[in-house]
């Protein structure tokens, strides 16, 4: 039908999107690793590595212990391995490069990502048009927005930049990196897991099956070889009014 929404299929909609995300994965690491050689990320590490190196020689222990290992220790290693950290954390050279290095790692990781979404999610969709990236095309699937009218570059824009890359993508990743680096604790896990739920439960009450991306953007993902799209909100009304005027003239007779 012409106003009928041809939503796409789950199975369909899941295997794009494992297609996509080792595309998008894929680049990231590529351009991570080129941002990594630009900014010299691997010099602050080793110069790390070579501050905890040279106080665990002078103190007679290791620095990267776990709590069973520091538990075991007695009260005298107890208190040598925090004269150790207290050494470690209190070295300028140390404190210099390890601030690089935790700020060189967001950046990759962050920069990275941005640019392998912006190509797989926003750059692809303008060349194959109606949000197709190249998962989407292989498996038939398109992008429209909600009232039936085809998306603008600023629609996807929204989609991908704003609801993918900032909501989905980089406030997860943000939280593991403060877990990873141990800035905050359980709270962090919990929220990357209400994101998870908050997402799977978009999908499955709304109609049209939208992540928050699509909510976002005012968008959905169909079935593309049997839904009709409208070039603009005027020629979508032009025909629902025709539509309603023939349905008008049927009832009279």
């Known amino acids: 039908m012409m106003f009928d929404l041809q939503k796409a299929n789950m199975t369909k909609r899941i295997s794009a999107f494992i297609f996509d995300f080792i595309i998008t994965l894929t680049l990231a690491v590529a351009f991570g690793t080129v941002i990594s050689f630009i900014t010299r990320y691997d010099s602050h590490y080793e110069a790390c590595m070579t501050v905890i190196s040279r106080y665990e020689k002078e103190y007679g222990i290791l620095y990267s212990i776990d709590e069973n290992e520091y538990t075991s220790l007695s009260e005298a290693g107890k208190k040598n391995y925090e004269a150790l950290c207290n050494a470690i954390s209190s070295d300028k050279d140390f404190i210099y ?45 398109g992008v429209m927005r909600t009232d039936h009218v085809r998306v603008t570059p600023l629609f996807i824009f929204i989609r991908t930049i704003l609801g993918k890359y900032t909501i989905e993508i980089m406030v997860p990743v943000l939280l593991a990196f403060m877990i990873y680096f141990g800035m905050i604790g359980s709270l962090g896990t919990a929220f990357i897991l209400v994101m998870l739920a908050v997402q799977i439960i978009c999908m499955i009450v709304t109609k049209t099956n939208s992540c928050i991306h699509d909510l976002l953007a005012g968008t959905v993902v169909i079935d593309f070889p049997t839904q009709k799209i409208y070039e603009t909100r005027e020629e979508m009304i032009a025909a629902k009014e025709k539509k309603a005027a023939e349905k008008a003239a049927n009832a009279a007779y």
């Open 97 to 141: 490069h390890n601030h690089c290095y935790l700020n060189l790692s967001l950046l990759i990781v962050s920069l990275g990502l941005f640019l392998g979404v912006l190509v797989v999610n926003y750059i692809i969709p303008l060349v194959l048009k109606d949000g197709k990236t190249f998962g989407k095309k292989i498996f038939g699937l």
